[in-house]
């Protein structure tokens, strides 16, 4: 892989997590998400370990050098044997970590200083300190009394959990001091593909509370929006089950996804080995081939794929696209006229599973020399769905059609105005037919000035909720994805501006100091305990801005 440190300048409901259609579906992306374990490291990334270790070998524990244990100096903190009260004093100490420099280091020594988070407690002031140029922090105390302990506590999974890597450098401040600073300690694992977080946490020695600074890291891997929002999504994939946290099964793909995409578009190839990984990990998953019951399920995996291909050039990735599109045309059928159902088992047709299958077949015919199959099954899904009545005489898409094959009038979800637009823009490139990207045009004008979708200008999803773990905290991200590959398309550009807009509101309003965004673009920030919907929305939307 890539070595981490590369740098370069459903169910009916009132909320937007509900799905559409009928309520007997459970969704996976609601599962309790599992512990994570070390991943088991493979060739390319034990070398480029191998090879970092040999540039910076551990020091032996007799020598004295910056990197040596911790020692009780004047010119550093001291730890010790065990501070009274401490918490968490039964969890392991984590093991140490080696980047440019390993675990423990002197902050004496440290290339630089910035202090992105602090906290108070008791008249004290807990700050995190981090050094980018060493890719490590270190937490310190001040206007405090002997006694008063700091410690960092250190996440490989965007602050969610932090037991293996709690009370680093745990120290207190020494006789005659008002003030102390923990060791410094790396903030990625290079060794287990590890993106990490740092915070600092202290108190008082005569109480018992405890405060923390909020989470945050070393600009590693965060030269732009784009890239600062891939890395804070990279905290949330899966080392062990290769999905993004939760374990959502179409939510994942649109993660995948929006990965990808930051690989081609911002160049930064830091986390490619998430592709391979995830496609190892669960290709015999399910119906294999990222194949299951609901087909829109099938065509996010099949587009994944699509754009893994496009980067990677490996045809693997490309022969489960074909197998997912075969998949979704397997359950073409004469209800209302034609259509992709949207489940093996119900015979509802909605919208985004079929704008999926004419986005899938187009790019299909786009990738595979002399195809005339997959290009005659995208048309046919476009003349299907033209004539459905999807399209509202507004110009927006609503959810599906009611049992007499009419408009069912249900909410117009943003990825159902966006998914049709990348579908279009494929399909033209298949064709050259002018017509299309008109069309495109006319969905698009309606859906970035639909006052509904967009309250004061910033889209806003339909009934948005506050949290980042429903299926609907994923939709936006589909919208702008889409609508930036017909921005692409077009020669003079015409969304850039709203997507410079729709970026301009989400990194002014919704980010955190770990680059990490909740489920309102014009704010307020909602703090997120769990869920990558948001975070990959917030990545599909900086991609898309920056392609533009």
């Known amino acids: 892989m890539t070595p981490l440190s590369e740098n370069r300048p459903r169910s009916r409901g009132v909320t937007a997590g509900a799905r559409t259609r009928p309520s007997t579906r459970t969704r996976s992306a609601h ?32 020598a004295a050098s910056p990197d040596a244990a911790p020692s009780a100096s004047a010119s550093g903190p001291r730890v010790p044997e065990a501070p009274a009260g401490a918490p968490d004093s039964t969890v392991a100490p984590a093991a140490v970590i080696c980047d440019i420099y390993c675990d423990a280091r002197d902050p004496a020594t440290a290339a630089g200083d910035r202090v ?17 140029p060493d890719v490590m922090g270190w937490g310190s105390i001040d206007g405090g009394q002997p006694g008063d302990e700091v410690w960092l506590d250190r ?67 965060a030269w732009s929006r784009s890239t600062e929002a891939a890395t804070a999504l990279m905290m949330l994939w899966d080392r062990d089950t290769g999905l993004f946290e939760t374990d959502g099964w179409w939510t994942g793909a649109n993660a995948l996804t929006a990965v990808v995409d930051n ?31 609901y087909l829109d399920d099938t065509g996010w995996w099949g587009l994944a794929w699509i754009a893994a291909y496009d980067l990677t050039g490996e045809s693997r990735y490309l022969s489960t ?67 459905s009545g999807m399209i509202n005489s507004g110009n927006l898409v609503n959810d599906g059609l009611n049992d007499s094959c009419v408009n069912n009038g249900e ?70 994805r889409g609508l930036g590959k017909l921005d692409v398309a077009l020669p003079d550009r015409p969304y850039s501006a709203y997507l410079d ?33 948001c975070q990959h929305g917030a990545l599909d939307l900086f991609n898309a801005a920056e392609a533009g």
Request: proline share 5%.
């Open 501 to 533: 807009r729709q970026a301009d509101a989400a990194a002014a309003n919704d980010r955190d100091a770990l680059g990490m965004y909740g489920p309102h673009w014009a704010g307020p920030l909602v703090p997120v305990t769990a869920g990558h919907g």
């Open 155 to 221: 996440s490989f999974d965007g602050g969610r959990t932090w037991a293996s890597g709690s009370r680093l450098g745990a120290t207190t401040i020494p006789a005659g001091s008002t003030g102390w600073r923990t060791q410094m300690y790396n903030v990625d694992d290079w060794g287990t593909a590890g993106v990490g977080a740092l915070r600092a946490c202290g108190k008082a020695a005569d109480r018992a509370e405890i405060a923390c600074t909020g989470w945050a890291r070393n600009d590693r891997n």
């Open 321 to 387: 696209a074909r197998a997912d599109a075969d998949h979704m045309r397997a359950y073409w059928t004469g209800t209302c006229g034609g259509g992709v159902q949207w489940n093996t088992g119900i015979a509802y047709k909605n919208a985004i599973t079929n704008e999926l299958y004419i986005q899938l077949n187009a790019a299909l015919h786009n990738r595979i020399p002399g195809d005339t199959t997959y290009l005659q099954r995208a048309r046919e899904g476009w003349d299907w769905f033209r004539a």
């Open 31 to 62: 599962r309790t998400p599992r512990p994570r374990r070390a991943l088991v490291v493979g060739p390319p990334v034990a070398a480029a370990l191998a090879a970092l270790l040999a540039v910076v070998p551990v020091p032996p524990a007799q």
């Open 116 to 132: 992105p988070v602090s906290a108070g407690i008791h008249g004290r002031t807990l700050r995190l300190h981090v050094s980018d």
């Open 411 to 480: 909410p117009t979800w943003t990825y159902n105005q966006g998914v049709i637009l990348g579908a279009l823009a494929e399909l033209h490139r298949a064709t050259g037919d002018a017509r299309l990207l008109e069309t495109a045009r006319d969905l698009a004008d309606a859906s970035t000035t639909s006052a509904a979708l967009n309250p004061g200008g910033i889209l806003r999803e339909v009934n948005e909720g506050d949290d980042c773990t429903s299926d609907g905290a994923s939709f936006k991200g589909a919208y702008v």
């Open 263 to 293: 690989a081609r578009i911002s160049g930064m190839g830091s986390y490619r080995y998430a592709i391979g990984q995830t496609y190892d990990k669960n290709v015999n998953a399910r119906q294999g081939q990222f194949r299951n019951e």
